[in-house]
């Protein structure tokens, strides 16, 4: 209706300018023309008569039709261009039959904006009183956002201060680390250690994360890394309150019948405390729902984010220094981005679980805690309270539970072998912290107790693209058959940025100790010691792996190393190298280990 309106305004102005026209004629001239028009862009060159009207009633209609094509023209109308000739066709219609030059001006305009690609931005010739008093607060708003700029700025410098303080000895060491002896080098790697431990969040989960990574840092500094706790101060009950009920609009006591005030555990990102959830309906009679709730500590994403700039900067500065140039941070800065990206965030982790459950939605041995929707933020996550024990209890050398052993080392490899090759999703934190075993009752004759394995804290994860899937599966084909030309042509292709200095002595040299491995003696050594000698190599010759890539290697041999202590004749190696060689391993995959482990 409001474009009806505006083709009739277009039309009445148009037809105004030369309503007149008998009244004010002056004269008739024959004579040769060029008519332009500011508003049509017309050009007429043919032989024919002129009006001269009151250049006072011209100039007046004239403004006054401009300002209707104007607001026809540039309004931002998502319309077909044939439109907007027949828009045009019809303005000219509803004019006079013997007004010519309006009938030419709307079909040169329609076919103008149908050549036009973009149409203009909308045009407003009267100034708003809104846009007048946004500007004026403009001026406040700016100088607002000045000030906390500069105290952002200095706090920054104040937090960059500290942090050079405070790694000053572990890089004088580093400097000198490789022409001193071996317990010069264990002092520095008990310093290093102790320092990011007192850095802060940020940098206890960089060192876990660089634990993973030994294709970028020496093997016993990644050893001495892994060592790393993430135990941090805890924070007030008061501020759990408060961010439970900021999350989630209730109060605490709607939500939760009984709350823990002392939490269960405590993070370098958040802290976990038990509670049970309330009935849902009045008066229900139903067991009471136990459930965990992980909390974000104050101010942890500010400080990563802050951290994270200072450790970016000084990954650069690093490149710089020839002596630490075989550190290669920035590399690994860059990854670390998007793994501290997926800790902080709850909701994610969340996400996470739901897409692990329906992964193993029909395995019996393996579960993992379910989020408790809605109640699912990303400050705070309440998920199902999973009872257990650590699987480090059994690593460690539980006495009396061999077959339990057996039986778990059975059962983490194939839910390993699940995530890796059949559904592309991996826990890329397996470390036994983060896995709980519970015993149940069998329903046979023989009451024996089966394990059940709990996967924790799944915020970090491993995704591989098809062509990073392929090319990590004939890696592990030609470990299996101990062809060391294709183990490191596949290796020079785990990386989409592969800038290897010399890949031709790379290749040599894993020949070389495939050769070896090949020996009867060098049957002797275990295959996670290969890989493990492997990725040293990879170090050393500066080959470059994604990420994601690494990450699902190192959580093999992670997952391989405690599983090699809960049964020492279970080789987790042997038996990926068994699946992979399979021919039509796609297809059969899925089917064998589903029907291995579902009921």
Sequence with gaps: ??????????????????????????????????????????????????????????????????????????????????????????????????????????????????????????????????????????????????????????????????????FTPSILMGLVVELCGPRFRKLWLETVHRTLERAGPAFIKWGQWAATRPDLFPKDLCTQLSKLHSDAPQHSFAYTKKTIEKAFGRKLSEIFEEFEEAPLASGSIAQVHRASLRFQYPGQKSKSSLVAVKVRHPGVGESIRRDFVIINFVARVSTLVPALKWLRLDESVQQFGVFMLSQVDLAREASHLSRFIYNFRRWKDVSFPKPVYPLVHPAVLVETYEHGESVAGYVDGMEGHEWIKTRLAHIGTHALLKMLLVDNFIHADMHP??????????????????????????????????????????????????????????????????????????????????????????????????????????????????GNVCTVMVTTLVLEGWQRKLDPGYDVMHTLQTMVLKTDWAKSLSYTVDGLMAP
């Design 1 to 166: 209706m409001s474009r009806f309106f505006i083709y009739r305004l277009v039309g009445k102005h148009t037809q105004s300018l030369f309503s007149n026209h008998k009244e004010t004629r002056s004269q008739w001239g024959s004579f040769k023309t060029a008519l332009r028009s500011p508003q049509f862009r017309v050009h007429s060159s043919s032989a024919g008569y002129c009006t001269t009207v009151s250049a006072r009633n011209v100039v007046t209609h004239t403004h006054h039709a401009q300002v209707a094509w104007n607001r026809l023209l540039h309004r931002q109308w998502n319309l077909p261009r044939i439109n907007t000739i027949a828009q045009a066709f019809c303005l000219s219609l509803s004019l006079r039959s013997h007004l010519l030059i309006p009938g030419i001006a709307a079909v040169t305009c329609g076919k103008l904006a149908w050549a036009q690609k973009k149409r203009a931005p909308p045009l407003d010739p009267y100034p708003s009183h809104k846009s007048l008093y946004t500007r004026a607060k403009n001026g406040p708003i700016f100088i607002t956002s000045l000030i906390l700029s500069l105290i952002e700025f200095f706090i920054l410098i104040g937090r960059a201060f500290y942090i050079s303080c405070l």
């Design 433 to 546: 912290g983060n896995i709980l075993v519970r015993k149940k009752a069998s329903r046979g004759v023989f009451k024996t107790k089966k394990p059940h394995i709990v996967f924790l804290d799944v915020g970090m994860t491993a995704e591989l693209s098809k062509n990073d899937r392929e090319n990590l599966l004939d890696f592990f084909k030609a470990v299996a058959l101990r062809d060391g030309r294709t183990a490191a042509e596949r290796t020079l292709k785990l990386s989409r940025k592969q800038n290897c200095p010399n890949p031709e002595a790379f290749i040599e040299e894993v020949e070389e100790a495939f050769k070896f491995w090949g020996t009867p003696e060098g049957d002797l050594v275990h295959p996670a010691d290969c890989m493990h000698e492997l990725l040293e190599k990879v170090r050393r010759h500066r080959v470059n792996i994604d």
